[in-house]
């Protein structure tokens, strides 16, 4: 079993209970530290600081993708309204991403050591509670804290969209072409110098025929936004390159480390003794990726009816069935039937948080309608509507 991760904040503490599924903080002291117990690990033989660092980079075509990259919850993002980063980040230009020909995340991982538990730790039964399964997980969680990883995380996600549209293949390959080279496939940096990355950046065949967007995100490695300036890919590649150097010298916490309740010691026979199962997420969290990516597209429609709502006569019907007209009322009927949806997928995010093995009762009661059905409805721009 691999290390489960959630984003670092300053308000966590070691031994604090932990909902995995929501990425909420809960009760502190949950279980019961020493001193003696915490330990860290790696350091070098000769006292200096030792890095494990990872590049990735891919193509991706959902924000629930976006959401693995940065290990934030998909059922966070739904009740935040959005995709946000830890440390020094913005949100996700969510608009961008979805209008784009290309989306690609670049992923630079840097870890110096981790502080956690050496031995395990004992669960701390707190007095006056009486608790059942449901209270227990609002009061406790379903894991609590173990440790935390200190280093620095740098992640990139560049939205590519295509304004030649008669070279739209040629500029494609030749983007793919230079996120392809920014690490090797077992997750090395490629030998790349930052003189390499200005000749990239002038490789403008590609570049100047694509509007592109980059939002970044970091944790760790102080400040490397390059002063007021917008972030680019040269940019990117630029602080990708020394970043590894940045965090040496000015490393934070990034993750902290959770651990299941029933691996300490005593917990397994209380929680038998006073009737109380922990949940088990992983179905739900599968099914919480696909209802983000239905939150987010029908917040983008919701985006394009208020865009129509301040010119509808620029606007054309569909010539589909079902279509949504540009008159006023039924604008605002449609754009109220589309934030419907989009509460209750949030309510399907609230039941699951308690009743994650109730996943097929919970899809019957809150059937979802598909976002695509509605985005195809929408008006349309009439000097685009020979496009579609």
């Not at 809960?26 to 790696?42: E, L, S």
């Not at 397994?268 to 599968?286: C, K, R, Y």
């Not at 987010?296 to 569909?318: F, G, M």
Request: proline residues 3%; hydrophobic residues 35%; aromatic residues 8%.
């Amino acid at each position: 079993m691999g290390l489960i991760l959630a984003p670092y904040n300053d308000s966590m503490r070691l031994g604090q209970g932990y909902n995995s599924f929501l990425h909420e903080q809960c009760i502190y002291d949950a279980v019961r530290i020493n001193r003696d117990q915490v330990g860290q690990k790696p350091t070098s033989t000769n006292g200096s600081t030792s890095q494990d660092v990872n590049y990735s980079s891919r193509f991706v075509d959902k924000m629930s993708d976006v959401v693995k990259s940065l290990n934030v919850s998909a059922s966070s993002s739904i009740k935040n309204g959005g995709i946000i980063g830890s440390g020094n980040s913005v949100a996700v230009n969510e608009t961008k991403f979805a209008t784009s020909d290309l989306n690609a995340i670049f992923s630079i991982k840097v870890v110096n050591q981790k502080k956690e538990l050496l031995e395990m730790a004992e669960f701390e039964a707190k007095k006056g509670l009486n608790l059942n399964s449901e209270s227990f997980l609002k009061t406790y969680g379903n894991c609590f804290i173990s440790g935390f990883i200190e280093g620095g995380e740098l992640t990139g996600v560049v939205s590519a969209k295509v304004t030649d549209v008669e070279n739209k293949s040629a500029v494609e390959g030749a983007i793919k072409g230079q996120v392809n080279s920014f690490c090797t496939p077992s997750g090395h940096k490629m030998g790349f110098t930052l003189s390499d990355i200005h000749a990239f950046s002038e490789d403008e065949s590609a570049t100047r025929q694509a509007e592109t967007t980059v939002t970044v995100s970091w944790s760790g490695g102080g400040q490397i936004k390059p002063g007021e300036k917008e972030w680019n890919l040269e940019y990117l590649y630029a602080a990708a390159a020394a970043f590894p150097s940045k965090v040496a010298e000015c490393p934070q916490r990034t993750w902290a480390i959770l651990t299941p309740y029933n691996h300490t010691k005593n917990f397994v026979a209380w929680a038998n003794d006073q009737g109380i199962q922990l949940p088990q997420f992983e179905t739900a969290q599968v099914y919480s990726e696909d209802l983000l990516d239905m939150y987010i597209e029908y917040k983008s429609c919701v985006k394009q009816v208020q865009t129509i709502l301040q010119s509808p006569d620029a606007y054309v019907v569909r010539a589909v069935e079902n279509a949504v007209g540009t008159g006023i009322g039924e604008l605002i009927k449609a754009r109220a039937s589309l934030k419907a949806q989009m509460n209750a997928i949030n309510q399907i995010i609230d039941e699951l948080a308690l009743r994650p093995g109730d996943i097929d009762e919970i899809k019957k009661q809150h059937p979802i309608e598909a976002p695509e059905l509605w985005a195809a409805r929408l008006p349309v721009r009439k000097d685009q509507a020979s496009e579609t």
